[in-house]
């Protein structure tokens, strides 16, 4: 099994060479834009000609700017994220080379503290909102949507300058289904016992899709995922197994893995994300009939990210209850952000589906500091004991 130590090193380089790439871009005249979750289509973003980065701060340093502005009750991903933009243009505080390139800030109306610290950020960089239905399977939904993706298809437009044509969107729909696939080889792999990379290396990869171009990172996914598959499955010792781990709940930006490596260090395994940065970000595919309007096939797909800002939310407590069956898992840590109250209280609904699974669950609550590095190491502890 590949350790996060060991993984061959294909995406260690990522962030610098991708800012340098992006600076790059800038000067040529490509826009740049900023996002902060799966429910903006990046392919619209792609059609357009610009180019695209993630904004989602992991940075517990970057709390501090942003605290003068947001309430302390917010979550520390809007806090961290937020402060990363008000520090942009300070060369001392400012932690993220990337923010300053980003000519625009695409947001959407998923949490309420997002949707209020958006309304803060159109008085430092552009922004833009798309309202997203949160009620995805009612009838008007999807048209509704379709038209949101329109009117940002529009915006892009006006950014670039450049024509938005079906023809591009279905270009961009095939090569992000194209990336989509690999990363469903990669987490097929995971379910031989036991897996060929662990848990920690494939999330610090999935972060990575967020800062790479998609032309880049799908290169180095795929030599990743064919090495893996040339390697022959390990043998299975029993005295070797290691409990088999669901990691599911708040999104794990990058600079923020300290459960998901809690857990491993403390003799876990983790086998399957259900997260953002886990399946969330790949699990359905869009349809590639182009007999259709390119913008419903796109709004088909991101309205079946089963987000906790969706009610009911059924499709994710159905999509967590069919992972623990196809990984074979032996217990889910359910990890969130404090004051996430989306992901929070949704916690009970998932704690109820894998009881009556049979599948135990811990519930873990935290922040991006270490305060409580060794209190959660203490449950993890007790937990992997109990399922072992």
């Given at each position: 099994?590949?350790?996060?130590?060991?993984?061959?090193?294909?995406?260690?380089?990522?962030?610098?060479?991708?800012?340098?790439?992006?600076?790059?871009?800038?000067?040529?005249?490509?826009?740049?834009?900023?996002?902060?979750?799966?429910?903006?289509?990046?392919?619209?973003?792609?059609?357009?000609?610009?180019?695209?980065?993630?904004?989602?701060?992991?940075?517990?340093?970057?709390?501090?700017?942003?605290?003068?502005?947001?309430?302390?009750?917010?979550?520390?991903?809007?806090?961290?994220?937020?402060?990363?933009?008000?520090?942009?243009?300070?060369?001392?505080?400012?932690?993220?080379?990337?923010?300053?390139?980003?000519?625009?800030?695409?947001?959407?109306?998923?949490?309420?503290?997002?949707?209020?610290?958006?309304?803060?950020?159109?008085?430092?960089?552009?922004?833009?909102?798309?309202?997203?239905?949160?009620?995805?399977?009612?009838?008007?939904?999807?048209?509704?949507?379709?038209?949101?993706?329109?009117?940002?298809?529009?915006?892009?437009?006006?950014?670039?300058?450049?024509?938005?044509?079906?023809?591009?969107?279905?270009?961009?729909?095939?090569?992000?289904?194209?990336?989509?696939?690999?990363?469903?080889?990669?987490?097929?792999?995971?379910?031989?016992?036991?897996?060929?990379?662990?848990?920690?290396?494939?999330?610090?990869?999935?972060?990575?899709?967020?800062?790479?171009?998609?032309?880049?990172?799908?290169?180095?996914?795929?030599?990743?995922?064919?090495?893996?598959?040339?390697?022959?499955?390990?043998?299975?010792?029993?005295?070797?197994?290691?409990?088999?781990?669901?990691?599911?709940?708040?999104?794990?930006?990058?600079?923020?893995?300290?459960?998901?490596?809690?857990?491993?260090?403390?003799?876990?395994?983790?086998?399957?994300?259900?997260?953002?940065?886990?399946?969330?970000?790949?699990?359905?595919?869009?349809?590639?009939?182009e007999e259709r309007d390119p913008l419903t096939a796109l709004a088909e797909r991101y309205l079946q990210i089963p987000c906790a800002c969706m009610t009911p939310n059924d499709r994710r407590i159905e999509h967590i209850?069919?992972?623990?069956?196809?990984?074979?898992?032996?217990?889910?840590?359910?990890?969130?952000?404090?004051?996430?109250?989306?992901?929070?209280?949704?916690?009970?609904?998932?704690?109820?589906?894998?009881?009556?699974?049979?599948?135990?669950?811990?519930?873990?609550?935290?922040?991006?500091?270490?305060?409580?590095?060794?209190?959660?190491?203490?449950?993890?502890?007790?937990?992997?004991?109990?399922i072992q």
């Amino acid at each position: 099994m590949l350790s996060p130590a060991s993984d061959p090193d294909l995406f260690a380089d990522a962030y610098p060479a991708r800012i340098a790439a992006l600076a790059e871009e800038k000067q040529a005249g490509t826009k740049i834009v900023g996002t902060l979750c799966l429910y903006v289509p990046d392919e619209i973003i792609y059609a357009a000609g610009a180019d695209r980065v993630i904004l989602c701060g992991g940075s517990n340093a970057l709390i501090p700017a942003a605290d003068e502005y947001l309430p302390r009750s917010l979550c520390p991903l809007i806090r961290s994220s937020f402060g990363a933009i008000v520090t942009r243009d300070d060369p001392e505080t400012g932690a993220c080379p990337h923010v300053p390139l980003v000519d625009l800030v695409v947001g959407e109306t998923t949490c309420d503290g997002k949707k209020k610290m958006f309304e803060l950020l159109t008085d430092l960089v552009p922004t833009y909102v798309i309202d997203l239905p949160q009620k995805p399977d009612t009838p008007g939904a999807l048209l509704y949507f379709t038209g949101e993706l329109q009117k940002f298809r529009t915006m892009m437009e006006e950014l670039t300058g450049n024509q938005v044509t079906d023809e591009r969107l279905w270009k961009e729909i095939r090569d992000a289904n194209r990336t989509r696939r690999l990363l469903m080889r990669l987490f097929s792999l995971r379910r031989q016992n036991p897996p060929p990379i662990e848990g920690v290396a494939v999330i610090r990869m999935m972060q990575r899709q967020f800062q790479l171009h998609p032309r880049e990172f799908r290169r180095r996914l795929e030599a990743l995922v064919t090495g893996l598959e040339a390697q022959q499955p390990a043998g299975q010792e029993k005295a070797a197994r290691r409990p088999r781990i669901l990691f599911s709940g708040c999104p794990v930006t990058a600079g923020n893995q300290k459960v998901p490596e809690i857990i491993e260090e403390r003799g876990g395994v983790i086998v399957a994300e259900e997260s953002c940065t886990g399946t969330r970000s790949f699990w359905h595919l869009v349809d590639e009939n182009e007999e259709r309007d390119p913008l419903t096939a796109l709004a088909e797909r991101y309205l079946q990210i089963p987000c906790a800002c969706m009610t009911p939310n059924d499709r994710r407590i159905e999509h967590i209850i069919e992972l623990v069956r196809q990984f074979s898992i032996d217990g889910v840590v359910y990890a969130t952000l404090q004051n996430c109250h989306g992901y929070n209280t949704e916690r009970h609904r998932v704690q109820q589906a894998l009881r009556a699974a049979g599948v135990p669950m811990l519930a873990i609550e935290t922040d991006y500091g270490d305060a409580d590095r060794e209190q959660i190491g203490v449950r993890v502890d007790a937990f992997l004991e109990m399922i072992q």
